[in-house]
């Protein structure tokens, strides 16, 4: 069983976003799996980690693997993976980038086995909401938020078999 462990804020600051978007054409089973085994047997983190101007130093948790998704009513959900990267970064091949600004997270740890750690949205909206953190929408009305693989949090397990995986949203500041 997964549980929430910690909440927070944490200041972002501008970054360039560089991955691929996937629809719900991509899905196998609803999922995106088969998309992160295509990623990890290609290398395409590590074309990433390799651009001119990468540097998994220049904000906390930088070197993560994203699974970044826009939400909108009316429309299909858009799924990117990718990492987060400084402004600048070259962007490899076959690649695309966003350039966000400066921002703030909403952060939640969600803790278990790795199966159980996943898609437990709800579970961290509600620990969103009770702690005073609201996710923001753009311009266009569509909500950003992302699953963040960090390391080692989620690459490697406790003793009791268990992981972290980071769930963040965009809030208003």
């Given at each position: 069983?997964?549980?929430?462990?910690?909440?927070?804020?944490?200041?972002?600051?501008?970054?360039?976003?560089?991955?691929?978007?996937?629809?719900?054409?991509?899905?196998?089973?609803?999922?995106?799996?088969?998309?992160?085994?295509?990623w990890h047997r290609n290398g395409w983190f590590a074309d990433?980690?390799?651009?001119?101007?990468?540097?998994?130093?220049?904000?906390?948790?930088?070197?993560?693997?994203?699974?970044?998704?826009?939400?909108?009513?009316?429309?299909?959900?858009?799924?990117?993976?990718?990492?987060?990267?400084?402004?600048?970064?070259?962007?490899?091949?076959?690649?695309?980038?966003?350039?966000?600004?400066?921002?703030?997270?909403?952060?939640?740890?969600?803790?278990?086995?790795?199966?159980?750690?996943?898609g437990k949205d709800n579970l961290v909206m509600e620990a969103?909401?009770?702690?005073?953190?609201?996710?923001?929408?753009?311009?266009?009305?569509?909500?950003?938020?992302?699953?963040?693989?960090?390391?080692?949090?989620?690459?490697?397990?406790?003793?009791?078999?268990?992981?972290?995986?980071?769930?963040?949203?965009?809030?208003?500041?």
């Open positions: 069983m997964a549980d929430v462990i910690k909440t927070y804020r944490q200041r972002m600051p501008a970054t360039r976003f560089i991955g691929k978007k996937y629809g719900d054409e991509d899905r196998v089973n609803g999922l995106f799996v088969a998309r992160w085994v295509e990433i980690e390799k651009a001119p101007g990468f540097n998994s130093d220049f904000m906390e948790d930088a070197g993560a693997y994203i699974g970044m998704m826009r939400q909108k009513n009316g429309e299909h959900l858009q799924y990117w993976i990718g990492m987060f990267t400084p402004p600048g970064t070259a962007v490899p091949k076959g690649m695309s980038y966003m350039d966000l600004p400066a921002s703030t997270l909403g952060v939640c740890w969600v803790y278990g086995p790795e199966p159980d750690v996943c969103f909401q009770k702690n005073g953190i609201a996710p923001a929408t753009d311009a266009d009305g569509a909500h950003w938020f992302f699953e963040r693989y960090a390391c080692p949090r989620f690459t490697e397990p406790d003793e009791k078999g268990c992981v972290i995986l980071d769930y963040c949203c965009f809030i208003t500041d």
